[in-house]
């Protein structure tokens, strides 16, 4: 069955991608994608996908637009090469955090990038963390929204972080899903910090729900953009007491000024995942690590293509 599947990488993603391949012992399918003069893309599949199971590893991380385009081309190519499925894996699904109106005469840009992908010839959709777990349901296709979890744990445990006295911590209301779910896979406590949102990028920590002192504490978020509500999360924590606080985050958006922000601030450290391509400024932080989710990718892809259970991965 491998040997129906073909790998094709977007700019976005070529080293995941060249990761997941490596994973599955499988070459990366060769495709060609560049740019005109005025930067109009152009994609050329440069080997056989008639009748294949073809995934399109591409995650839409800055520059967003581009490299969604770029999927929606890649996509519509395999299409009219004759492939007989097409999955479109997202490790980071942009317009994510657009997922609701959130005042008059405001889109659903969520909605709107999932019809593009479906309506450009997707068969199925591979992600993971997305933002808000409904947005499976603005596709009309299957989706998968597979959890960077089972990675975070392993890490954890593997390089013992606070181990008895450690602590799992919830930077928002809304996260408590996640770092609960984190919190029963390491046997450890949960704590919230409440804070508040005055505008977008900012935020002002109100309050702890919990005890934290003398606590390793383990932030667990989705995305990190700016960096400020993570760095204000643990600067409250330490404040009331904690040991020392790292955090766990999927995706590591991290733009603007969000690297220095980290590697000034006072946490220990850092754990990204590689769903976005890591920058150079993030290699180079003293405080941030990557983790690889390729093997977590991969077993969902050799799954997909054998019709097994995806979900039995997180049981």
Partial sequence: ??????????????????????????????????????????????????????????STSFPANDHLMELLIMIDAARRSSARRITAVIPYFGYARQDRRTSGRTPISAKLVA??????????????????????????????????????????????VG????????????????????????DAPLAIVDKRRER????????????????????????????????????????????????????????GGAVSRIAASRMKELVITDSIQPTQAVKLARNIRVATIAPLLGEAIGRTATESSVSSLFD
């Fill in 200 to 255: 977008p990028g900012e935020s002002e920590v109100m309050n702890i729900i919990g005890d934290v002192e003398g606590r390793s504490c383990i932030l667990v978020d989705d995305i990190v953009d700016s960096g400020g509500t993570l760095v204000n999360a643990a600067e409250a924590l330490l404040n009331a007491g904690a040991k020392d606080v790292s955090a766990y985050i999927t995706h590591g958006v991290l733009s």
């Fill in 163 to 186: 181990v008895a006295d450690r602590m799992v911590v919830s930077p928002d209301v809304g996260g408590v899903v996640r770092a609960r779910a984190i919190a029963k896979r390491i």
């Fill in 1 to 58: 069955m491998k040997s129906s599947i073909k790998i094709i990488a977007g700019n976005a993603s070529r080293p995941l991608a060249e990761a997941i391949a490596a994973y599955l012992e499988l070459p990366l399918a060769k495709c060609m994608v560049r740019r005109f003069a005025d930067m109009e893309i152009f994609v050329e599949l440069q080997e056989n996908v008639r009748g294949e199971d073809v995934f399109i590893v591409q």
């Fill in 115 to 160: 019809n593009l992908i479906t309506e450009a010839g997707a068969d199925r959709v591979l992600t993971l963390d997305l933002h808000a777990g409904q947005i499976q349901g603005f596709f009309d296709i299957p989706t998968d929204n597979l959890f960077a979890a089972p990675v975070m744990v392993r890490d954890i445990k593997e390089r013992s």
